[in-house]
Every structure is written in structure tokens, then in C-alpha cells.
């Protein structure tokens, strides 16, 4: 096994967590905010403190490569919306993918650049460092399979046909 991390931000951290866990490869997610213009924050200040609600998601390389972790999360996400997914509005809900290695940000904007060829409108899809990650409050991990009726903006189940 040869275990990576990716740090993704599209909306609602509880609807693209669940949805990651369903992937196989993928061997843990925690919710929580990156990016801010500080090293800590927690739910009700992240307006303020200027992070995206993001999930750290760890993979098996072997079984699934970040171009198609990548491709997955292109399929939930609206990547041309700015600081909006579904009905949650605000910088919090920018679309982003940030790494602490240069060589999957490279990666990123690679596949960003080839999915830019063929859309009409920009996409507005973050890649920067990773300059911080603050874990969610518990109440926010997992919320999805503490609440199977909570809001989530993407279909879970829907799977794009990667093969």
C-alpha cells in the first residue's frame, strides 16, 4: 500500500466526505477548514477566518490514482460556481484542491488545464498549498452517516463511468 493524502473543498464538507468514503481506494476522510488566513478557526468564525470546508482524504496510490480521485470530484462539483455549491453561498464553500506536495498540485492543474479544453465557461476550481487544515468539531465527521436525512447537495450513489 502506499498511502497519499489529497485536501478537497466543494461545497459542504458532509455531502463530498460521504461520498468519498464510497470509493474504493479511498481508506480514511476527516471533515474540517483549510486555507484560512490563520491556523485556527472552528465553524462559526470560518466566514471570518477565510478557510473553505474541506476533507482530508487519504488513498491507497496503488488502487486509485489522484487523477481519478480528481475525476470523481469533478463529477459532484459545480467547477465553475465561486464560493457556492448547492444552497450553501459564501468564500467557505469555494471549490479548491490543495496538497502539501508540489508534485500533486501539478497533477491538478494538469487535469484542471485538459477539462478546461473542453468547457465553454471558466473554471473556478482552486489549487494552491496547503497552508493550513483545522479538524472539524466531532459533531461534523460523519455527519451523513449520523444523519441520513441531513442536507447534502451531491447524489452519493451517482458514479461516473471511469473505466
Known amino acids: 500500500m502506499k498511502e497519499k ?3 478537497l473543498a466543494g461545497g459542504c464538507f458532509w455531502g463530498i466526505e460521504a ?3 464510497t470509493i474504493d481506494g479511498v481508506i480514511d476522510t476527516i471533515v474540517g477548514y483549510a486555507n484560512g488566513n490563520r491556523n485556527n478557526t472552528f465553524y462559526e468564525l470560518v466566514k471570518i477566518t477565510g478557510h473553505a470546508e474541506t476533507v482530508k482524504i487519504k488513498y491507497d496510490e496503488e488502487t486509485i490514482s489522484l487523477e481519478k480521485l480528481l475525476e ?3 463529477y459532484i462539483i459545480d467547477p465553475f460556481s465561486i464560493n457556492k455549491q448547492g444552497n450553501d453561498k459564501g468564500s467557505q464553500y469555494r471549490t479548491g484542491i490543495y496538497s ?3 508534485e500533486d498540485l501539478e497533477i491538478a492543474r494538469t487535469f484542471l488545464e485538459k477539462k478546461q479544453k473542453n468547457e465553454k465557461n471558466k473554471i473556478q476550481v482552486q489549487v494552491e498549498k ?3 487544515f483545522v479538524i472539524a468539531e466531532d459533531y461534523h465527521q460523519d455527519y451523513l452517516d449520523k444523519n441520513p436525512n441531513g442536507y ?4 452519493i450513489s451517482d458514479k461516473p ?3
Open 5 to 7: 493524502t489529497i485536501y
Open 19 to 21: 461520498y468519498f468514503k
Open 72 to 74: 470523481y470530484f469533478y
Open 100 to 102: 502539501k506536495d508540489q
Open 130 to 132: 496547503l497552508k493550513n
Open 152 to 155: 447534502c447537495h451531491i447524489n
Open 161 to 163: 463511468n471511469l473505466n
